[in-house]
């Protein structure tokens, strides 16, 4: 890394603690110096700069309110928590984030007592720390819990799911809701301002409690104290913002300007007093202090390297990838056949759907973050005569697992899932790696599953996807779309595998990005004399056992490749139907075993899983496959 413009105070800021006796000036600077720490780091060794950026002074502000570890601060996601990592004796390990065997990019329980709970997927703190105040609350403990999430997290179902419970408490639980994207005009937000300084002022509650238990004990106190409730409720719908929360019995703080630290932590002092939920509205820029993420905030939620001066990439693109190719190819099956329509969960820049979005702005859905809306209403609309195309990252999709075989599958209705991100994904680690949706699709009937093993088969897949009447998944991975092969592109027939290269004695099928994989291997086999045929599963589901009907003849091995874990997955599938029908053939299962993949650069975490080419020929070897030594 080069060297750090990190000033000598915040070298001095240890844990949380140290923060205590700074001066309002220095507050100011340490915020300063965290900026640019995290923006000179991330420069070279790529994050989520954006988020992190719109929270340093909310990150100040909690942990100047609150006592960690005792107190217990829940992240939503987690892309804000750099911060939050820096203020808790973690500066040191900051230059090794996200890369293997390093910090990871998320909160971590076994990282740091600081961080209470695991978080990567959105829309999850507030159920997780309902649980955590109910834990607290039966054990007799006394520390506040503080769920972070942000006004995107709020979209999903299960953050009102846990609002739901959360009204019901008579307990302290403080909820910060970081707005980031949501402007106030002069006037709401002048009024709300005054509002809030009241409700916040010191003594206000007691006041209140005062006023109210004084008109209880007067003459029909219950029915002027009822009158002045109505009254009060009729005036906060017309200019209080958060009635939603209030109604459902939460009390709302806010709007509170989320770079004011001073105003945060009066804020929090009072919200720790209240006997019940609370939302404190805490209002952010996302990209603060680096003008080009405040310029582009979508572009830099997680960066390539780039240049501190001008934000601009390091490195340009100059081949196309996957989500790059769906997005190319969904343009074209939208102007054929106008019952094409495309969903996403609030990811139409990550997905490729922008473009498609600008072009069929009424036939593009963007549901937010709901990945089991965005799966049933796809089931709807294909109810209704359309052909809708879900793209989801993989690790995402297994949120709306019910609703594909309630919803989808049951009625077997032609929506296409087009799946991004999967397999193995690298730095952002065990809650995005997408190396579970072969196993998951697989096992819902009526689901048909296919892996394109470069750029060209995936048009060709999605075409055919499209042209199908049932429900089907294509999965791709994350990265540069593969260009070998380009001479193999066989139409795509229902359940057929793809024959590359025929010969006897082993026999490699892959499916997917392990295509290319197994294309390597064949070539050191080749290389070093001994023969060996190559196929291209292309389907999962429907295996083509037709294929392995035709291999047992002339081959005693076979080698299966996929980037998913072996439970329940194209291997599996593979070998139950050759110990039923050839037991004499060896089956060799190549795949990700069962564990959660830590974070790290994709090279290193394929050969520590052992799904390189090097390590596949190292395995083949000890099982006694080869028949001459094929040197890596």
Request: charged share 25%; aromatic share 8%.
């Amino acid at each position: 890394m080069a060297e750090s413009k990190v000033e000598h105070l915040l070298d001095s800021i240890h844990f949380p603690e140290d923060l205590r006796h700074l001066s309002q000036d220095k507050l100011e600077q340490v915020c300063a110096d965290l900026r640019q720490y995290i923006i000179d780091v991330l420069s070279e060794n790529p994050g989520h700069l954006g988020a992190s950026l719109g929270t340093v002074e909310l990150t100040m502000a909690l942990h100047l309110s609150f006592q960690l570890p005792e107190d217990k601060i829940i992240w939503d996601v987690g892309h804000q928590s750099y911060t939050h990592k820096l203020l808790t004796g973690r500066k040191d390990q900051f230059d090794n984030l996200r890369k293997f065997g390093g910090m990871s990019g998320f909160p971590k329980r076994k990282e740091s007592n600081c961080d209470s709970f695991d978080t990567g997927h959105s829309s999850t703190s507030i159920s997780a720390g309902l649980g955590l105040v109910k834990a607290r609350d039966i054990q007799g403990q006394k520390n506040s819990v503080i769920s972070v999430i942000g006004d995107g997290s709020l979209t999903g179902g299960m953050a009102y799911e846990a609002l739901n419970n959360a009204a019901k408490l008579e307990t302290n639980f403080i909820i910060v809701l970081n707005d980031n994207n949501m402007s106030i005009s002069e006037n709401v937000g002048g009024m709300s301002k005054y509002l809030n300084s009241v409700r916040t002022a010191d003594g206000y509650l007691n006041l209140r409690d005062g006023v109210y238990n004084t008109i209880m004990d007067m003459p029909n106190g219950d029915k002027v104290a009822n009158k002045i409730r109505r009254f009060k409720n009729m005036f906060k719908q017309m200019v209080v913002p958060g009635m939603l929360f209030e109604d459902m019995g939460i009390t709302y703080l806010g709007p509170v300007d989320g770079h004011d630290i001073n105003a945060m932590v009066r804020t929090f002092q009072e919200a720790r007093r209240i006997r019940k939920a609370v939302i404190v509205h805490v209002i952010t820029e996302k990209g603060r202090g680096f003008t080009p993420a405040e310029r582009h905030p979508a572009r830099f939620h997680g960066t390539e390297p780039f240049d501190v001066e001008t934000g601009l990439p390091l490195k340009a693109r100059t081949s196309a990838n996957y989500t790059d190719v769906f997005s190319t190819v969904m343009l074209k099956l939208a102007s054929r056949d106008e019952r094409v329509v495309a969903i996403t969960a609030a990811m139409p820049d990550g997905t490729g759907l922008k473009r498609f979005r600008n072009v069929y702005p009424d036939r593009f859905f963007d549901v937010g973050i709901a990945e089991e809306h965005a799966v049933t209403f796809a089931a709807g609309l294909a109810a209704g005569g359309m052909r809708p195309i879900v793209a989801i990252y993989s690790s995402f999709l297994q949120r709306a697992y019910d609703q594909i075989l309630h919803d989808v599958c049951l009625q077997n209705l032609p929506v296409v899932f087009a799946i991004d991100r999967a397999g193995l994904v690298g730095s952002d680690g065990e809650t995005h790696q997408g190396i579970f949706d072969l196993t998951f699709l697989s096992s819902v009937p009526n689901m048909s599953v296919m892996a394109p093993k470069n750029r060209w088969e995936l048009e060709k897949m999605l075409q055919f996807a499209i042209s199908y009447d049932g429900p089907i998944a294509i999965r791709y991975p994350r990265g540069e779309a593969y260009r070998g092969l380009k001479e193999f592109l066989a139409p795509v027939e229902y359940g057929v595998s793809e024959m590359l290269y025929e010969e006897r004695g082993t026999a490699l099928l892959a499916v997917g990005s392990m295509v290319s994989t197994a294309e390597h291997i064949r070539e050191k086999l080749k290389s070093a004399g001994q023969p060996c045929t190559l196929v291209n599963g292309r389907f999962v589901k429907p295996m083509d056992t037709d294929v392995i009907d035709h291999l047992a003849g002339t081959h005693h091995t076979i080698v299966t490749l996929e980037e998913n874990v072996l439970r329940g997955g194209y291997g599996e599938r593979v070998t139950d139907y050759v110990q039923k029908h050839y037991p004499q053939i060896k089956v060799v299962n190549i795949a990700l075993p069962d564990a959660y993949v830590e974070h790290g650069n994709v090279s290193v975490l394929r050969n520590e899983l052992g799904i390189d080419s090097d390590s596949i020929l190292a395995q083949l070897k000890r099982e006694g496959v080869l028949e001459t030594d094929a040197e890596a």
